[in-house]
C-alpha cells in the first residue's frame, strides 16, 4: 500500500487568492470539518486564465477543474465536500476533505513544537502509518496535520495520470513494502525523493504518456540527496568527540552577549549596493528582474537536469552598480533557476549548475530581448513582471549573526575567554551556558526586525539569511565568500520566494576579480 501528497506543482502557476477588500476571517478553515458556506460565499480570485486540473492555493485543501471533479468524483464523494465555484466564468470545485485518519504510529518521526504550553506537529520527516486504518481510503487527511495537507492513495494517482489531468504533484509518503528509512523528508516543504507530477515530461517525472510505468517497482524518479548526517562536516570543537556533559554553573548571559557583540565587531563593513524594483521601463540591457533576457546571437536557453527550460530569474548591468570591489565595471550576467518546488536549489551540491545557471557576458553588443521557449513562457509565476533594478550609491553592510565569519570568530574569542566550556558556533552551542535555550536566536531575531531587513535586492557585501547559513556545516562552501546578488520576497509584487524568503548567489571573490562566473553557489531558505 503506498500513500502519497497532493500539492498543485511548483510549475502550476494556476494561483487562487483570497479577493481583493475580503477581510482575513472570511476564509474558512480546512481542518477537516464540513463547510457550512455555499461557492459564492468563499472569497477567491484568480489571477489570470486556469490552465491546468489542480490550482495553487491552500495545503490543506484542494481546488480542482470541472474536468478533474468529474474525473475523480467518484472516488472523493465519500471522503470529500465538493463545493463548486465560480472563478470569474471558469467552474472549478473546491474539495474540502473531510475524513481524517488518526494513522500515524510512534515510529514515525516528527518535528513538534510546543507554545503556551500545546504541543504541534510542525512537520514529519518520515511517515509511519497504520495499514488497517488506511486500507480502503483513497482520500482523507492525517490527525495532528489536517491543516497541513491532504493524502491519498493509488487509486487517485492512477486516475489523475490515465485521464492526463495537468498540474498534481504527488509526494509518496508511506509505501508498506518499502524498507524502513527509505522515505523520509528533510524540510518542512513537502518535497521527498519520489514523486510523480502530472503532465510532465523529463527525466525527473512520470510521464503520463506511460501509465503503466505506475504500477512498478518502487525506484527513485529523481535521485536522492545525501541525507543530513551525510553531508554536515565537523565545524567547531563542539563537532568533535562525545557530547559535552550537561552544564549546571551559573549563567552566562552576559558573556554570551559581550562575545557575540564582539564578534560582530571584529569583522569589516564591506561595501554593497541596494537595489529598488520599479514598474518603469528597462531597456534590452538593463538589470531586470523576471520578463524576458537580453541574449547573443548562438546562446542557447540553459535547460534544467531533464531538458527542461530554465525560468529567466535576473538580469544584472555591470554598468548600472556603483563601483564595488572585484565587481566588474560592465558586462552582463542572467540568472535563471528551475521552476519546480525548490527553485533548482539541490541541497546536495549548491554549486553544481544544473537547476540554475548563470550567463556571462562580457561584451554584451549584439544581445537583444528573447522570448523564453514555450514550456517556460510563463516564468516563475511571479507578478505581472519585468522590474526595473535601480540602484543607489554603496552602502556598508554588516554581517548577519549566522555568518560563516561571525560564528568562527566567536567560537575562537569565547573558547579563548572560557577553555572549560568549549563551542563550535554560538547559536546552539553557546546556549548550553545561557538561561535561556533560544538565547542568541532571539537576540539575532529582535536585531533583525529592528534593522527592517535587507533592500529588496542586494550586491555585493554579506548576505543575510532567513535562517542559517550552509557555510557553517559544510566547509566545501567556505570559499564562496562574495555576494553576487541576493533577492527579497516582495508581496506587493507577488514575487513569492517560499513564506517570505530570499534567493542567494554567491561566488569566490577571486573568481569575481577574474571575470570567471562558471563556479557559483546557489542557496534559498524562507521562513
Not at 476571517?25 to 457550512?36: A, Q, T, V
Not at 467518484?74 to 467552474?91: M, P, R, T
Not at 536522492?224 to 548571559?253: C, F, H, K, N, V
Not at 549573526?401 to 574569542?413: N, S
Request: aromatic share 10%.
Amino acid at each position: 500500500m503506498r500513500v502519497w501528497r497532493i500539492d498543485a506543482s511548483k510549475s502550476n502557476k494556476d494561483l487562487l487568492l483570497r479577493s481583493e477588500g475580503a477581510p482575513y476571517g472570511s476564509m474558512p478553515e480546512f481542518d477537516g470539518n464540513r463547510l457550512e458556506k455555499c461557492g459564492n460565499d468563499i472569497p477567491l480570485e484568480r489571477r489570470r486564465k486556469l490552465r491546468n486540473d489542480l490550482y495553487t492555493y491552500d495545503p490543506a485543501a484542494l481546488i480542482v477543474s470541472d474536468k478533474a471533479h468529474s474525473v475523480l468524483a467518484g472516488c472523493i464523494e465519500e471522503s470529500a465536500q465538493c463545493i463548486k465555484l465560480d472563478l470569474d466564468g471558469q467552474v472549478a470545485w473546491l474539495v474540502n476533505v473531510t475524513t481524517v485518519i488518526d494513522c500515524l504510529t510512534s515510529e514515525s518521526d516528527i518535528v513538534a513544537d510546543s507554545d503556551r504550553g500545546f504541543t504541534w506537529i510542525r512537520y514529519v520527516r518520515q511517515y509511519e502509518l497504520d495499514e488497517t486504518l488506511v486500507s480502503g481510503a483513497s482520500l482523507f487527511k492525517i490527525k495532528g496535520i489536517e491543516t497541513k495537507g491532504c493524502f491519498c492513495t493509488d487509486l487517485i494517482v492512477s486516475r489523475v495520470i490515465e485521464a492526463g489531468l495537468k498540474g498534481f504533484y504527488f509526494s509518496l509518503v508511506f509505501d508498506s513494502s518499502a524498507p524502513r528509512g527509505l522515505i523520509k523528508f528533510e524540510r518542512i516543504v513537502p518535497i521527498g525523493d519520489f514523486y510523480i507530477e502530472s503532465g510532465k515530461r523529463g527525466k525527473a517525472c512520470l510521464p503520463r504518456e506511460n501509465p503503466e510505468a505506475f504500477g512498478q517497482e518502487l525506484v527513485p524518479l529523481r535521485k536522492p540527496t545525501a541525507s543530513a548526517a551525510e553531508r554536515i562536516e565537523p565545524s567547531g570543537p563542539s563537532a568533535e568527540g562525545p557530547e559535552p556533559a550537561p552544564y549546571d554553573g551559573p549563567a552566562l548571559d552576559d558573556d554570551i552577549r559581550a562575545v557575540r557583540e564582539e564578534a560582530l565587531a571584529s569583522l569589516p563593513g564591506l561595501p554593497a549596493a541596494a537595489g529598488e524594483l520599479s514598474d518603469g521601463p528597462c531597456g534590452a540591457l538593463g538589470s531586470r528582474v523576471c520578463g524576458s533576457p537580453a541574449m547573443l546571437p548562438g546562446e542557447e536557453w540553459p535547460e534544467g537536469p531533464g531538458g527542461e527550460p530554465l525560468c529567466f530569474l535576473a538580469q544584472l548591468d555591470m554598468a548600472d552598480l556603483p563601483p564595488l570591489p572585484g565587481f566588474p565595471e560592465k558586462g552582463l550576467l542572467r540568472l535563471f533557476v528551475g521552476e519546480g518546488p525548490e527553485f533548482g536549489l539541490d541541497p546536495s551540491d549548491m554549486a553544481a549548475q544544473a537547476g540554475f545557471r548563470a550567463l556571462w557576458a562580457p561584451d554584451p553588443e549584439g544581445a537583444a530581448l528573447r522570448a523564453a521557449p514555450e514550456e517556460a513562457e510563463d516564468g516563475l509565476g511571479w507578478g505581472d513582471g519585468p522590474w526595473a533594478m535601480r540602484f543607489a550609491g554603496p552602502f556598508e553592510s554588516r554581517p548577519d549573526d549566522v555568518d560563516f565569519r561571525v560564528e568562527g570568530a566567536f567560537a575562537k574569542l569565547w573558547n579563548a575567554a572560557h577553555p572549560g566550556l568549549p563551542v563550535g558556533r554560538m547559536h546552539d552551542d553557546a546556549d548550553r551556558y545561557a538561561s535561556d535555550p533560544g538565547l542568541t536566536w532571539n537576540l539575532s531575531s529582535r536585531e533583525g526586525a529592528s534593522a527592517g531587513g535587507p533592500p529588496a535586492v542586494q550586491v555585493g557585501g554579506y548576505p543575510v539569511f532567513c535562517q542559517d547559513d550552509w557555510r557553517n556545516w559544510e566547509e566545501r562552501y567556505r570559499p564562496y565568500d562574495t555576494l553576487l546578488f541576493q533577492l527579497s520576497c516582495d508581496w506587493d509584487r507577488w514575487i513569492a520566494i517560499g513564506d517570505g524568503g530570499r534567493m542567494c548567489f554567491l561566488i569566490p571573490s577571486e573568481k569575481l576579480a577574474a571575470g570567471d562566473f562558471s563556479d557559483i553557489m546557489y542557496w534559498w531558505d524562507c521562513g
